[in-house]
């Protein structure tokens, strides 16, 4: 498995934190760190292991079009979305790795370790830019709303209702926040 690891950012206080949490080999993942801004910030906040990119969309909430910037990006593997607050789960590679489905979810805690998501039911208010991976073929030109909170519900439907091939793990691999 190929994943391309799209984060918008903001924080890039944050970036150090998130790059120690990437256990995936280099091989198998491409960083894509797009900043809500006209410009870079300092170097020394950008993780040798990223690519990235200065995007703003003054229609763009919560860094929906720094997502779709990063979308544009993308030509093979796996999307997967995370934020400039949250890490990736530590388990999470071992247990994506061998997946081929089109869509793949799971459960999601807050950071007091409460289930927050299942990851099951995919529809609004019940699935998180960050408990779900989906294939770049099936996305295809399909691209977040800007202008909405809840664009990462509407952009996990579209992409469901286009899988032929869907994997729930019923394991938690995503903390939700972890960094605020």
């Not at 593997?77 to 949250?86: A, H, Q």
């Amino acid at each position: 498995m190929y994943i391309n690891i799209i984060t918008p950012c903001s924080r890039p206080e944050n970036l150090h934190q998130i790059s120690k949490s990437i256990n995936i080999p280099k091989e198998n993942y491409r960083w894509i760190v797009v900043f809500d801004s006209l410009t870079l910030p300092d170097k020394s906040y950008i993780p040798d292991n990223c690519e990235y990119y200065a995007h703003k969309d003054p229609n763009s909430k919560v860094g929906n079009g720094q997502r779709n910037f990063a979308l544009d990006l993308v030509k093979t593997g796996y999307i997967y979305f995370n934020d400039d607050d949250t890490m990736l789960h530590p388990e999470l590679w071992d247990n994506i790795k061998d997946c081929d489905e089109d869509f793949i979810s799971f459960a999601q805690v807050s950071t007091n370790n409460e289930i927050r998501l299942t990851g099951r039911v995919i529809k609004i208010k019940n699935i998180d830019s960050h408990n779900f991976l989906v294939s770049n073929n099936l996305v295809g030109d399909t691209r977040w709303r800007i202008d909405v909170y809840e664009a990462d519900g509407f952009f996990a439907i579209d992409c469901y209702e286009k899988a032929t091939r869907k994997k729930y793990i019923d394991k938690v691999l995503s903390i939700y926040n972890q960094l605020r």
